[in-house]
C-alpha cells in the first residue's frame, strides 16, 4: 500500500489502527510501504533498526493492541514516534527500510542502529536527549550534532566529517577513518576519533578528545580544562 505525500498535507498514520486491514500483516509484525523520504526523525521511546533496502517503508515489531506508534509523513520528511499519552515501560520496536537518506535527527531518548553499511554522499545525524545510534557508513561528508548525554558510534570511512557535540555526550568513532577532520567539544564531551590528514576544532570545558592516526594538520585550542591526545 503507498501513502501519497502531498507538499501542502500532514498524513498522520496510527500503526495498528486506521490502516490494519490494508497494511502487509505477519504475526508478530505490520509494515506500511512509503513513498520516498530524504529525512527521518526518531523521537520517544523506540528501539528503530534501519535496514538497507530499493524500497521505502516501516514495520511495527510488536504486536501491540494499542495505536501508539505514529508517523507523520510531511514533504519529504519522515516522522516516527510514539503517543506520549500510552506510552510504555518497554522500549517498542520498529524497522524503518530506506535506499538512503539525507539526514536523520533522533530525539528524547529514542535507540537508532543498523546491521547494514549505507553510502552516503553527504549526511546530517543530530542527536539530543540521551539519544543513541550506532551505524556502518561510507560518506563524502558527514556531519554530527550531539548534545545533552546522548552517544554517537559510527564505523567506516568519510572524507570529511565536522562534530559538534556538548554536555556529556559522547562520540565513539575510532574505527570511522577520516580524511579531514573538524571538531568542537565543550561541555565534558568524549571523543574517540580517526583522522588521518587534518583535525581542527576547539576542545572546551574538561572535554576530552582522543585522535587515532598521525594527521600532518592539528591546530585545535584547548580551553578551560579541555584536552586532545593524539595517540598513533
Known sequence: ??????????????????????AK?????????????????IQNNLDVELVKSDFYGVEQMNNLSEAIVKLEVKESKLRVFVDTDKMLNKRIKVKVYLPTIFSLNIDDGAEVHSKDTFVFGHVVICLSNASKVKMHIQAKK???????SSYLSLKGSCDKQLIYSENSSKYQASNFKSNHTEIHAS?????????????????????NVNVKGTPVVAKVEQVSHGQLFIRN
Open 1 to 22: 500500500m503507498k501513502i501519497l505525500a502531498y507538499i501542502s498535507l500532514v498524513l498522520m498514520i496510527s500503526l495498528g489502527s486506521i490502516f490494519n486491514c490494508n
Open 25 to 41: 500483516n505477519s504475526k508478530n509484525s505490520k509494515f506500511y510501504e512509503l513513498q520516498e523520504f530524504t529525512s527521518l526523525c
Open 142 to 148: 558527514m556531519e554530527a550534532y550531539i548534545s545533552n
Open 187 to 207: 561541555n565534558s564531551t568524549k571523543a574517540n576519533i580517526f583522522s588521518e590528514k587534518t583535525i581542527i576544532g576547539d576542545i572546551s570545558t574538561r572535554s
